[in-house]
C-alpha cells in the first residue's frame, strides 16, 4: 500500500507547476507536427454529406463527447457514439454519408478496432486522432491526426494528461477551422446557442421586449403636470408619452425633465406639458435588436426609448429596466 506524503505547499505549487508546463508543451509540440494530414481532414468533414461522428473510450472519449459537442454548436453536425456501444448495436447510427472520427492514445484499443472493419464497411470515412503513428488504428484510417505527447503530466507517466489536452486541443483546432470555413458567425451561434448571453443579445428584437397597448403611460398634447404624474407612476416606466389622437408622439416627460421644472420657480402643476416635454425623443423601430435598443440608450445616456412604425407612429416603448429583466443586458 502507498505511503501518504506529507502535504507542503511549496511542494504542492511545484508539481503544480510542472504539470502545466508538461501540458502547455504538450499542446505547443501539436503546431510543429501539423501536416498535410490536417487540411486533408478538413476537406473530408467539408465534403460529408452526412454527419461527424465522434467515437473513443476511456478519458480520450471523454475528450471526443467535448469534440463532437464543439462541433455541432460550431456548425458541423456532430454526436458522441461510444465505441463500446457501438459494437453492441450504436453501429446503425453511422452511415456511408457520414465521417467518422477515432480518439485513442495508443491507437490499439480494442473496443475501436473492433468496429474499424464494420464502419469501413458501410462506407463512412475515418479519421483517426492518436499519439502513435504507426498504431493499427492509425493505418487503417483515410487521414491520420498525430496528437502524440513526449510525456503524460502524471509523475508515473501514466495517467491521461498531457495526451488528452492535447487531444482536446487538437479537436479544437479542427473545430475552429471548419467554423471559419463554413463562414458560421455570431448570428449562427446564437441560433446554437438560444440560452446563452450571446443568443439573448442577437435573437432578441425590440418587440420582444417593449412594452404596448395600455401599459404605454400615454397622456394628450393638453395634459396638465399632475395628470402626466398619476399616468407615469402607474406606467412604471419613467416618464409619460405625450402622443397626438392618431398616436403620433410628440414628446415624453420624464423624471428629469420633472427635477429640471421643480428646480425652477412658481406651480408647475397646471403647466401645460407641451411646455416641459422634451421634444424630438430618441425612437427605434420595432424590429431592430433589443442590444441596438441597449446601445441606442447607453450611447445617448437615457433611459427609456419610443418604438415607433416606419410611419412615426407609436407601437410602444421600453426602458432599460425591461432590458435587464430579458436578460439583454
Same mark, same amino acid.
Given at each position: ?26 499542446? !505547443? ?9 490536417? =487540411?486533408?481532414?478538413? +476537406? ?15 478519458? &480520450? ?12 454548436? &460550431? ?41 474499424? =472493419? ?5 462506407? !463512412? ?12 488504428? %492509425?493505418? +487503417? ?25 492535447? !487531444?482536446?486541443?487538437?479537436?479544437? %483546432? ?47 398634447? +393638453? ?64 424590429? !431592430?435588436?433589443?442590444? +441596438? ?37
Amino acid at each position: 500500500m502507498s505511503r501518504p506524503v506529507p502535504f507542503s505547499p511549496e511542494d504542492c505549487l511545484t508539481q503544480a507547476r510542472r504539470v502545466l508546463a508538461i501540458e502547455a508543451a504538450a499542446v !505547443a509540440a501539436l503546431a510543429g507536427r501539423l501536416d498535410a494530414s490536417f =487540411p486533408r481532414a478538413i +476537406e473530408l468533414i467539408l465534403a460529408a454529406q452526412g454527419r461527424v461522428i465522434v467515437t473513443g473510450i476511456g478519458k &480520450t472519449g471523454h475528450i471526443g463527447r467535448k469534440l463532437a459537442a464543439t462541433l455541432a454548436s &460550431t456548425g458541423t453536425p456532430a454526436y458522441f457514439v461510444h465505441a463500446a456501444e457501438a459494437a453492441h448495436g450504436d453501429l446503425g447510427m453511422i452511415t456511408s454519408a457520414d465521417v467518422v472520427i477515432a480518439l485513442s492514445h495508443s491507437g490499439s484499443s480494442s473496443e475501436l478496432l473492433t468496429i474499424v =472493419p464494420l464502419v469501413k464497411r458501410q462506407g !463512412a470515412r475515418l479519421i483517426a486522432m492518436t499519439g502513435h503513428p504507426d498504431s493499427p488504428l %492509425a493505418r +487503417e484510417a483515410d487521414v491520420h491526426l498525430d496528437a502524440g505527447v513526449s510525456e503524460e503530466a502524471c509523475p508515473l507517466n501514466l495517467a491521461p494528461t498531457a495526451s488528452t489536452t492535447a !487531444a482536446l486541443a487538437l479537436g479544437d %483546432a479542427l473545430a475552429v477551422v471548419l467554423l471559419d470555413a463554413r463562414g458560421f458567425g455570431e448570428a449562427d451561434f446564437a441560433r446554437s446557442h438560444p440560452g446563452g448571453a450571446l443568443g439573448r443579445r442577437l435573437l432578441t428584437h425590440v418587440r420582444d421586449v417593449m412594452r404596448s397597448g395600455a401599459a404605454l403611460p400615454l397622456v394628450s398634447p +393638453e395634459a396638465s403636470v399632475s395628470e402626466a404624474l398619476l399616468v407615469m407612476s402607474r406606467g412604471g416606466m419613467g416618464m409619460a408619452i405625450i402622443a397626438d389622437a392618431a398616436a403620433h408622439p410628440e414628446g415624453i416627460f420624464t423624471d428629469g425633465d420633472l427635477r429640471r421644472a421643480l428646480a425652477g420657480t412658481g406651480d408647475i402643476r397646471h403647466t401645460p406639458l407641451t411646455e416641459l416635454m422634451t421634444r424630438h425623443p430618441r425612437s427605434i423601430g420595432p424590429d !431592430a435588436l433589443a442590444a +441596438e435598443a441597449a446601445a441606442l440608450m447607453e450611447q445617448h445616456r437615457i433611459n427609456q426609448l419610443l418604438v415607433v412604425a416606419p410611419d412615426g407612429a407609436l407601437v410602444g416603448a421600453l426602458n432599460m429596466h425591461d432590458l435587464m429583466q430579458a436578460k439583454v443586458i
